[in-house]
C-alpha cells in the first residue's frame, strides 16, 4: 500500500486547513487509517484515526474538538479537517495505514506509512 499526503501549508493561528492521504490499495477499505504528526525535536505522535467503515475514531486530547477524521471508501482517500489551529500544531502530518478492524493509537501497529505533509501554523 502506498500513501500520498499533502494538503499541507502555511495558516494562521485560528485558520483551517484540510489534510488528505490517497492510497493506491483498491482495498484500502481493509485497512484502520491514522494521523500521525512530528514536530521539530520531538518524537512523532499520535493525532486521529479512523476504523475501515470510518464509525469509530480516536483522537489525541489535543486535537479533540478541533480536528476531524474522515474517510471516503470510493476515493481511496482519508482526510483530516484541521479547525481553530495553534503554533503548536505545526509538525510533518504523516497518514498511515493498519490492517485491522480495531483503531490503533500507537506507531508500531501501523504497516504502511506516507511521506509526511507540513503544517505551520503562524501567531
Known amino acids: 500500500v502506498q500513501l500520498q499526503a499533502s494538503g499541507g501549508g502555511l495558516v494562521q493561528a485560528g485558520g483551517s486547513l484540510r489534510l488528505s492521504c490517497t492510497a493506491s490499495a483498491r482495498t484500502f477499505r481493509s485497512y484502520a487509517m491514522g494521523w500521525f504528526r512530528q514536530a521539530p525535536g520531538k518524537e512523532r505522535e499520535f493525532v486521529a484515526a479512523d476504523n475501515w467503515r470510518g464509525d469509530q475514531t480516536n483522537y489525541a486530547d489535543s486535537v479533540k474538538g478541533r480536528f476531524t477524521v474522515s474517510r471516503d471508501n470510493t476515493k481511496n482517500t482519508l482526510y483530516l479537517q484541521m479547525s481553530s489551529l495553534k503554533p503548536e500544531d505545526t509538525a510533518v502530518y504523516y497518514c498511515?495505514?493498519?490492517?485491522?478492524?480495531?483503531?490503533?493509537?500507537?506507531?508500531?501497529?501501523?504497516?504502511?506509512w506516507g511521506q509526511g505533509t507540513q503544517v505551520t501554523v503562524s501567531s
Open positions: 498511515a495505514a493498519s490492517y485491522t478492524i480495531t483503531v490503533p493509537t500507537t506507531q508500531g501497529r501501523y504497516d504502511y
